[in-house]
């Protein structure tokens, strides 16, 4: 909130200043890697200083963090645009895991999401980051299916979220790598809900 004299507040100012440095390395983690990125680079396309890169975040892997969580929360969007008007339980899953493929191709957030979040961070953070978005989504679509009790009985939400999870991130993978199209892709993804569902 700005003052009467319309001064941004120290707050504002930190969170202006976090907002530019996600930005800035989301656009250069996309194009060239984590790897491939120094924060020299960073700082300068922000016209920031050193300093105030290192006030917001510790190390480069603590803003790869932030990156990765503001792509997965671009990725929720996507998921939960496409199952808002879904009449039933069940197509908000086919069409948010069709989403989240799709989601996934664009290649930043493939990058991002998919091969370096892991590669950088490790599976632990990576899977925890996961848990509060893409997974989560994925997590509370399935409880929706089992509360409307369409779930395949003796199927829990989670193993089934895991196992579902893992195929769409290869899906993603594959389909970004032109290994696999759109069609088999949607195919696949009706079959396997398909085969933990049950009719209404």
Known sequence: MTGGNGRRSNRERSEETRRRLIQAA???FAEKGYAATGTPELV???GLSRGA???QFPDKAALFRAVLEDAQQDVVAAIDTAAAAAPDALTALR??????????MRPGIRRIVLID???VLGWQVWREVDAAHALGTLIAGLDALAQAGRLRPGLTVQATALLLSGALNE???AASEGRLGDAEI???IDALLDGISRPA
């Open 26 to 28: 989301r656009k250069a």
């Open 44 to 46: 300068a396309a922000t």
């Open 53 to 55: 890169l290192y006030h």
């Open 95 to 104: 069409r948010g895991s069709r989403a989240f493929v799709a989601a996934c």
């Open 117 to 119: 979040g892991p590669a």
């Open 171 to 173: 899906a993603a993978l």
């Open 186 to 188: 949607a195919t696949a």
